[in-house]
């Protein structure tokens, strides 16, 4: 059997390199030749936190971007040699931060030749989990246009809706989404460096999260959008990405998969919807839509930027030494507005 290069945590804390063995793909799953693999904060969470009672050995990544090496039986719309972008998040074979990921054609998008494959791995994770935070009934529940984009402007076109992290890849997405589905009053906060480009991809109003006046700037934009001018009823939904971590230090270890009580912030009224991106597929419409369909199309019109790319590759040594670069960068928030993207190959 052939085997390849994976870089994988081993134990709590310890990543290396490891030679794993080359699956082929089974019914409805394409194999991919990996040039270019996302890190994300969930895969410093899962190395030196154990997140979420991770079992270890686990291969890291949950974004991916390169070409078909194989084809399945039952996958029509795919083919050796294509271009492509994947969400690489199941068990350790599917995962991303190795020479070849077996997914199934679900999590996989096409990609315009004119895009780059380092730039198309700053999309899968990141647009997935915000375009499922907007859209999933369980999440934001904003009404899913009948097309996308749609042709007319969605009910609430002109209410308010806020992107806490707007700089953050989430955010980045969530914005461009927004935009696209007619969203006109995005709100978002960010570091004042990055408002104009969040500007650019859509926000009418940006904050800056170390002003004093946050609060009361968000407040009065939003009370000249509602008809009766003050917020008297706090009322609405917000999406919150798990894991909610608290303070800015990797090393805590205060993870939390739900806002205990003691801690809300959030008066009664307001229904706080904590997102699981891992069950995106439990929802037939994201599964069947999102990777397969809604995001070729917007790439191939031109709709979407991915994310800014911070490359690490050949340059900065071995595989495992780019791994050991990019997960410091996370650790030591040296993250501001772009996708840490590790050339895998
Ligand atoms: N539940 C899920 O399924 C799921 C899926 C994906 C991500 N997530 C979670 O979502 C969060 C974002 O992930 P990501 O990969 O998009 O993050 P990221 O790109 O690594 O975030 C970096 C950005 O965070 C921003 N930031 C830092 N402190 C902030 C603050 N106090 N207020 C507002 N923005 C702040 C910085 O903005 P400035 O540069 O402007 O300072 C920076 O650009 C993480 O906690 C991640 O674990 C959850």
Redesign the pocket.
């Known amino acids: 059997m052939s085997t390849h290069v994976a870089i994988s945590s081993l134990s709590k804390g310890h990543f290396d390199a490891v030679k794993v063995p080359t699956p082929s793909p089974g019914e409805g799953e394409v194999l991919i030749k990996v040039a270019y693999s996302g890190l994300?904060?969930?895969d410093v969470?899962i190395n030196d936190l154990a997140l979420i009672h991770a079992t270890f050995p686990l291969t890291l990544g949950?974004s991916a971007s390169g070409t078909i090496a194989q084809v399945g039986p039952g996958v029509q719309d795919l083919k050796v040699g294509d271009r492509v972008a994947a969400y690489t998040y199941r068990a350790s074979e599917s995962k991303g931060m190795q020479e070849y990921a077996i997914v199934t054609k679900s999590v996989v998008a096409m990609i315009p030749d004119s895009l780059p494959l380092d730039a198309a791995a700053t999309l899968p994770?990141?647009f997935i989990?915000s375009f499922n935070s907007l859209f999933n009934p369980e999440y934001l529940a904003l009404p899913i246009p009948s097309s996308f984009p749609p042709s007319t402007p969605p009910v609430l076109a002109n209410t308010p809706v806020l992107v806490?992290?707007?700089?953050?890849?989430?955010?980045?997405f969530a914005i461009q989404i927004l935009r696209i589905a007619g969203y006109r009053n995005i709100m978002a906060?960010?570091?004042p460096?990055?408002h104009e480009q969040l500007r650019s991809l859509g926000a009418a109003h940006i904050f800056d999260?170390n002003s004093p006046r946050m609060v009361e700037d968000i407040k009065n934009v939003v009370e000249a959008s509602s008809s009766n001018k003050k917020i008297e009823i706090p009322s609405g939904v917000v999406a919150i990405?798990?894991?909610f971590?608290m303070g800015?230090s990797f090393e805590s270890e205060e993870l939390y998969m739900e806002i205990p009580d003691d801690m809300n912030p959030l008066p009664k009224g307001v229904r706080i919807a904590?997102?699981?991106?891992?069950k995106f597929e439990e929802n037939a419409y994201m599964k069947d839509n999102i990777m397969p369909k809604i995001l070729p199309a917007l790439l191939q019109i031109g709709a979407i930027q991915p994310?800014r790319v911070r490359l690490i590759n050949e340059l900065f040594g071995s595989l495992k030494e780019r791994v050991v670069v990019g997960m410091d960068l996370?650790r030591n928030?040296q993250?501001?507005?772009?996708?840490v993207i590790v050339k895998v190959q």
């Open positions: 994300s904060p969930i969470y949950y994770n990141n989990t806490y992290g707007g700089a953050t890849s989430c955010g980045h906060i960010a570091s460096k990055n999260y990405l798990l894991p971590k800015n904590g997102v699981r991106n891992l994310h996370l928030d993250v501001s507005r772009e996708k």
